[in-house]
């Protein structure tokens, strides 16, 4: 069956430091994945998209990975900050549609 | 407004109740999804609708859900008596929709449906 897989255990990390978050995928060949920010009581917030043909992607702090091989995304907070403390949601573009499948995020806690 | 609303932010009903929630996506974007996301849990996928094809409902848990999308832009979740379980924070997102595969996805605030 196709699953998403996110460490469902809070990532705590110093400020300053690097975090990396982990989404792993089985069954699937996504032609893209999305990476998404969701704070307590709010909607997600998209942040980065990385296609099926790039293997890296950056955005000022951010920094997504992509290993179709692996079948695997690792996404990067360089110099972590408290206000980077909220849920990471990676999904992926599921079948030839623009749907899009969730996996259930990982909630990462910068400590100051 | 420059984002996706949505309406009620907050529903209180009774077990075996229908309720009526309301999703106004961003002018202009031809794509609507709905998703269900439970305490802690991910998102979990409902239905979606792109321009005037028919809607992927492949998503939807049973027959007591169902949703429709008027002149192409407010669409409406309505769940028919309903359950405790279906108690969670249902979300709209709405995307410009394009022949390449770029959409991100622009979610609303949610619903919070607690079913007494």
Redesign the interface.
């Given at each position: 069956s196709q699953k998403i897989e996110?460490n469902s255990e809070a990532l705590n990390i110093q400020e300053g430091k690097t975090a990396t978050l982990t989404c792993n995928y089985t069954n699937y060949s996504p032609?893209?994945l999305?990476w998404y920010r969701q704070d307590p009581?709010?909607?997600?917030?998209?942040l980065l998209?990385i296609?099926e043909n790039e293997k890296e992607k950056r955005k000022e702090r951010l920094k997504v990975t992509f290993d179709t091989t692996l079948k695997q995304s690792l996404f990067h907070i360089t110099a972590s900050q408290p206000a980077d403390s909220a849920t990471y949601?990676c999904?992926l573009?599921s079948g030839a549609?623009?749907?899009?499948?969730?996996?259930?995020?990982t909630l990462l806690a910068v400590q100051p | 407004g420059a984002g996706v609303s949505q309406s009620p932010s907050n529903k209180v009903t009774e077990k075996g109740k229908d309720v009526e929630l309301r999703c106004d996506p961003i002018s202009g974007h031809t794509a609507l999804y709905w998703y269900r996301q439970s305490l802690g849990q991910g998102l979990e996928f409902l239905i979606y609708f792109q321009g005037n094809s028919a809607p992927d409902k492949s998503g939807l848990p049973s027959d007591r859900f169902s949703a429709e999308r008027t002149g192409g832009s407010v669409s409406t979740l309505t769940i028919q008596r309903t359950q405790q379980e279906d108690s969670a924070v249902y979300l709209c997102a709405s995307s410009l929709a394009s022949g390449g595969s770029y959409n991100e996805q622009f979610f609303g605030p949610g619903t919070r449906l607690t079913v007494l």
């Open positions: 996110q032609a893209y999305q009581g709010r909607g997600p917030v998209f998209l296609r949601l999904a573009r549609t623009n749907k899009l499948i969730f996996g259930t995020g | -």
